[in-house]
T-cell receptor
Framework: DQQVKQNSPSLSVQEGRISILNCDYTNSMFDYFLWYKKYPAEGPTFLIS?????DKNEDGRFTVFLNKSAKHLSLHIVPSQPGDSAVYFC???????????FGPGTSLSVIP | NAGVMQNPRHLVRRRGQEARLRCSPMKGHSHVYWYRQLPEEGLKFMVY????????ESGMPKERFSAEFPKEGPSILRIQQVVRGDSAAYFC???????????FGEGSWLTVV
C-alpha cells in the first residue's frame, strides 16, 4: 500500500524553464511534507518542507505547494539548471515520533 | 563535518556471512532512521530508533535483520546470514528529538556475492 505516490518516473525540462514535480498521498494523518534530491551513489539531500497549516513555502528557486483537500503537493523549480538533474523524492510524516514515508521518486533531466 | 556519518561506504559479503552497518547521527540529534534502497526502487523505511529504544520497526524484515542505538556509540544495522537479495544501498538519517526533518548520510552499499 503506497501512501506517497509520484506517478511520473521521469521528467525532462529545458534549461531555464520551470520544472514541476508532483506528489500525491493517501494518508490524511500526514501533516508534514518534504522534498529531497538525490544524486547517484550519494545520500538524499533535504531541499524544502511544508507543514499542513500552510499552502506554499518558498526557498530560492524552489517552491512547494500543498493542496490538502486534494492530498496533492508539487515542487516547482524555476529556472531549472543542468545541476538540478537528479532523482527527487517526496516524503511525508504525521505527528512527532512518526516515521517519514517516501515516494518512489521522479528522475529529472534538465537539458542544456 | 557534523553530518550523519555512515560506515563502511561499501561492504562485500559472501552469502551466509554477517553484515554490520554503522551510523553516527548529526551532533545534537537523538533519533536515527534506517532506510533501504533496492536497485531501481525508492527508499523503503526499515526502523526508527532513539537511544536505547526502538520507536518503530514496522519496516524491518522479520528474520535476520536487527538494529540498535546504544547509549554510547553509533547505531548499528545488523544483517545475519546475508542473501543475494540483501544487496542494496542502506541509508541512515537522523533528526533532533522534536524535529520533523530528517538528514541523511552518504549511505552504505552492501553487495552479497
Amino acid at each position: 500500500d503506497q501512501q506517497v505516490k509520484q506517478n511520473s518516473p521521469s521528467l525532462s525540462v529545458q534549461e531555464g524553464r520551470i520544472s514541476i514535480l508532483n506528489c500525491d498521498y493517501t494518508n490524511s494523518m500526514f501533516d508534514y511534507f518534504l522534498w529531497y534530491k538525490k544524486y547517484p551513489a550519494e545520500g538524499p539531500t533535504f531541499l524544502i518542507s511544508i507543514s499542513s497549516i500552510k499552502d506554499k513555502n518558498e526557498d530560492g528557486r524552489f517552491t512547494v505547494f500543498l493542496n490538502k483537500s486534494a492530498k496533492h503537493l508539487s515542487l516547482h523549480i524555476v529556472p531549472s539548471q543542468p545541476g538540478d538533474s537528479a532523482v527527487y523524492f517526496c516524503a511525508a510524516s504525521g505527528a512527532s515520533y512518526d516515521k517519514v514515508i517516501f515516494g518512489p521518486g521522479t528522475s529529472l533531466s534538465v537539458i542544456p | 563535518n557534523a553530518g550523519v556519518m555512515q560506515n563502511p561506504r561499501h561492504l562485500v559479503r559472501r552469502r551466509g556471512q554477517e553484515a554490520r552497518l554503522r551510523c553516527s547521527p548529526m551532533k545534537g540529534h537523538s533519533h536515527v532512521y534506517w532506510y533501504r534502497q533496492l536497485p531501481e526502487e525508492g527508499l523503503k523505511f526499515m526502523v526508527y530508533l532513539q537511544k536505547e529504544n526502538i520507536i518503530d520497526e514496522s519496516g524491518m524484515p522479520k528474520e535476520r535483520f536487527s538494529a540498535e542505538f546504544p547509549k554510547e556509540g553509533p547505531s548499528i544495522l545488523r544483517i545475519q546470514q546475508v542473501v543475494r537479495g540483501d544487496s542494496a544501498a542502506y541509508f541512515c538519517a537522523s533528526s533532533p528529538a522534536n524535529g520533523n526533518t530528517i538528514y541523511f548520510g552518504e549511505g552504505s552499499w552492501l553487495t552479497v556475492v
